[in-house]
């Protein structure tokens, strides 16, 4: 199910948090040295951290971003599906643009030998 995520982007660190007000984090779990997924006690997403957020979003999603582009961000929007042994976390940012609004999907593919606690 597709949920919406608040955002906040500190240009500054280049890094973009998208969190649930809602759902208090328990616990935090490092997915490589750039992603962070922020958890409830129940494995739900709380949050999802990403540092140097242009590089990793822009590998995630095959195009560049700038930092006016995640400066621009005006909706977010989460799902995680699964399928066999894989986890899909699906992550859609509405970025305002010249030409209008713009949703750009990223996937996050997560591999049963790479499971981290909220899709045991």
Do not use: C, W
């Not at 500190?10 to 948090?17: H, R, S, T, V, Y």
């Not at 699964?82 to 990223?106: C, D, N, R, W």
């Amino acid at each position: 199910m597709l949920q919406k995520f608040e955002f906040d982007y500190d240009g500054e660190n280049d890094n973009l948090f998208l969190f649930d007000r809602k759902r208090k984090s328990n616990r935090s779990v490092s997915y490589g040295k750039n992603i962070t997924f922020d958890l409830t006690n129940r494995n739900e997403f709380a949050g999802l951290e990403f540092r140097d957020a242009r590089k990793v979003l822009g590998n995630l999603a095959k195009r560049d971003f700038s930092r006016k582009d995640l400066e621009q961000v005006s909706k977010a929007k989460l799902q995680v599906e699964q399928m066999g042994g894989i986890a899909f976390v699906k992550i859609y940012l509405s970025i305002h643009t010249e030409e209008g609004e713009e949703e750009i999907p990223a996937t996050i593919t997560i591999s049963a030998k790479n499971r981290i606690g909220a899709f045991s």
